[in-house]
């Protein structure tokens, strides 16, 4: 009886701390005007669709150059800022770091119609580079920004001069064995997001149940728009950029890069889009990183694997000096 009375006052705590945590969150517009990234923001405006769009990226100087430079591509549910620490310590050794949030993302703009695909956020990541004169780059892509990366790579390859990809989305082509979802069902899934759902996605798929409190301003920061007035732009282009990723593969390209790549991946991750919607004996066969990062890694031409044991899908994050270890090893090859 005691036993289930202190697992109830656990219950009970673990609630009204959300709450409270819920309602100190501070409302953000839809390119978080207010809140403080980890390096100072500068912008290039793209003319796109018809559009003048403004495009956020730091730039990351180092006090002792070595001549490298190093391009850090953001995932889904995140923005430049979640790179903070692999940006200090790839300064501390010599690398210029370019951060872009990628239009639709971050402090970047959002607007109110695009087609979006992964060759228009390549082309926009490429006239960044070319407004700095930078002429070869690593890349690094964590989630979506490691399909970004590829597409990339593939595009540019004069430029890409090592490709690195922390458990990338894409390793499998969800459209041949996931239910297609409209982009309206997707906006509205995303009209009902809010910092306990959020958390409670992180905690579930990111985190294996293990909340810890460097985890919480990135959840905070995904909720802090779901509070702002400008919220139902933010999820309409959560929608569109979702619906990229479900219909445009890079699965099948993988071949076609010439980079030297890295592949880091979490062994825990069982990331699918879309997962939730396919049939039982499907869902289970989806998002299998340890077998997806090595068949990605035999079939890219000049790759390796680093498997990090009883992670999921944030290294960088998770199991960060195991993730900086591998990184600072591969770029110094």
Not at 227 to 256: C, S
Request: aromatic residues 12%.
């Amino acid at each position: 009886m005691h036993f289930k009375k202190y697992c109830l006052l656990v219950s009970l705590f673990c609630y009204f701390t959300g709450i409270m945590q819920a309602q100190t969150i501070p409302p953000q517009d839809a390119t978080l005007s207010s809140y403080n990234y980890p390096y100072p923001v500068h912008y290039i405006t793209l003319n796109i669709q018809g559009q003048h769009l403004k495009m956020a990226y730091m730039d990351v100087q180092p006090a002792q150059p070595n001549g490298k430079v190093v391009m850090l591509l953001h995932g889904k549910n995140f923005c430049g800022a979640y790179w903070d620490s692999t940006a200090a310590d790839l300064r501390k050794n010599g690398y210029r770091v370019i951060i872009p949030d990628q239009i639709g993302f971050g402090k970047s703009a959002k607007p109110a119609h695009l087609q979006y695909s992964f060759q228009l956020l390549a082309q926009n990541t490429k006239a960044l580079l070319d407004t700095l004169h930078i002429t070869k780059t690593a890349v690094l892509g964590h989630s979506m920004g490691g399909m970004v990366a590829v597409r990339f790579a593939l595009m540019f390859p004069e430029i890409t001069e090592k490709l690195i990809l922390e458990n990338p989305i894409g390793l499998e082509d969800w459209k041949v064995k996931v239910p297609y979802q409209s982009v309206d069902k997707w906006y509205q899934s995303e009209l009902k997001q809010d910092y306990e759902k959020i958390k409670q996605y992180q905690l579930d798929n990111y985190y294996a149940g293990q909340w810890k409190p460097a985890y919480e301003k990135w959840a905070r920061l995904l909720a802090s728009w779901t509070k702002g007035p400008d919220y139902p732009r933010v999820a309409w282009n959560a929608a569109l950029t979702y619906d990229m990723i479900f219909t445009q593969p890079v699965y099948y390209e993988f071949e076609h890069i010439q980079a030297p790549a890295l592949l880091i991946i979490g062994q825990r991750d069982r990331t699918a889009l879309g997962k939730a919607s396919a049939p039982e004996e499907v869902r289970k066969t989806l998002g299998n990183y340890p077998e997806l990062g090595k068949s990605a890694a035999q079939r890219i031409p000049h790759a390796q694997m680093v498997p990090i044991d009883g992670v999921g899908h944030l290294p960088h994050i998770e199991a960060y000096e195991q993730f900086i270890s591998a990184l600072l090893a591969f770029l110094k090859e």
